[in-house]
């Protein structure tokens, strides 16, 4: 009976431990608004295998504003993956409104995404609406990114695609820290 008792504590253990998200997981999405400040928020889900990321918006974005913005971005990588020969199994993109604010949500697959195509989303969207931080100053679209800060983001991206974490992990700004938690 005893023996029955510890297999049934040493599998509760080992399921425990498969629901933990690492230090690295968590590292990696910081990582993520740390090298552009234009996003304020990042949403990993483990089971699609996607990334959503928010921008949000400095005051009222009319709703003819909204939809240029939407579907230039739909198009813009429509156009980019046709360049890139490659094919994606999500690309989604959509507004939402809280109170006064607006926020720009663009869902992708990590499998497809590259860095490119993550700069080209930020400059897009930083340069076609006013993007703001928490410290509630616009924030102007990025120049290139030097050879040094595009092999960084390059390995970042990687580690996102190795993600092993079983639970969402949502990494959010919150004044001039980053906080990360799992759902």
């Not at 913005?69 to 199994?89: F, H, N, P």
């Not at 720009?104 to 969207?125: K, N, P």
Request: hydrophobic content about 40%; charged content about 30%.
């Amino acid at each position: 009976m005893s023996d029955k008792i510890k297999s049934i504590a040493n599998e509760g253990a080992r399921m425990k431990k498969r629901r933990q998200v690492s230090q690295e997981d968590v590292e990696v999405l910081a990582a993520l608004l740390v090298a552009f400040p234009q996003i304020s928020r990042v949403t990993f889900d483990p089971v699609e295998r996607g990334l959503s990321l928010a921008f949000l918006c400095q005051g009222p974005v009319s709703e003819l504003k909204r939809e240029q913005l939407r579907s230039l971005y739909l198009q813009s990588i429509d156009v980019y993956l046709s360049l890139a020969e490659q094919k994606s199994s999500k690309v989604c993109c959509y507004w939402e409104t809280i109170d006064e604010f607006h926020s720009f949500h663009v869902e992708r697959d990590v499998a497809s995404l590259s860095t490119s195509e993550l700069s080209l989303t930020v400059s897009l969207v930083a340069g076609e609406v006013p993007v703001i931080s928490d410290l509630n100053e616009p924030i102007a679209p990025e120049a290139e990114f030097s050879w040094s800060s595009r092999l960084f983001l390059q390995e970042i991206l990687e580690r996102v695609r190795e993600l092993k974490c079983p639970r969402k992990l949502v990494a959010l700004r919150e004044g001039e820290r980053v906080i990360v938690f799992h759902k």
